[in-house]
Nanobody, 125 residues
Framework: EVQFVESGGGKVQTGGSLRLSCSVT????????IGWFRQSPGKEREGILC??????????ANSLKGRFNISISIDSAKRTVRAEISRMSAEETGVYFC????????????????WGRGTQVTVTS
């Protein structure tokens, strides 16, 4: 069973930075990619960041170009993905979920096999 521990949500000021962390255990060889997606009230699910846990290749939403960092670390059977997004805006308020899937393409299409409970992020002025 894949298990997720997400952290880093809460309140962020407009223009400030959001730091997210997702620790994952129980991954199988089919779980090649780990990613974050956002669910905001009245909006469709939106892919934020995805990373290939084998080679570190990452993709991001166009709106994040130039203002994000993502990394993955390995500690025994646990994979931890850390992401930092700067210059946050109110439109980025929502629940951020961490999930695992078979590839970067599947991650970007929100085709996750498993995901965590999510962490609420509220961007305030």
């Amino acid at each position: 069973e894949v298990q997720f521990v997400e952290s880093g949500g809460g309140k962020v000021q407009t223009g400030g930075s959001l730091r997210l962390s997702c620790s994952v255990t129980g991954l199988t060889s089919n779980d090649r990619a780990i990613g974050w997606f956002r669910q905001s009230p009245g909006k469709e699910r939106e892919g934020i960041l995805c990373i290939d846990r084998e080679d570190g290749t990452s993709i991001s939403a166009n709106s994040l170009k130039g203002r994000f960092n993502i990394s993955i670390s390995i500690d025994s059977a646990k994979r931890t993905v850390r992401a930092e997004i700067s210059r946050m805006s109110a439109e980025e308020t929502g629940v951020y979920f961490c999930g695992a899937t078979t590839s970067l393409v599947a991650c970007w299409q929100h085709k996750f096999g498993s995901w965590g409970r999510g962490t609420q992020v509220t961007v305030t002025s």
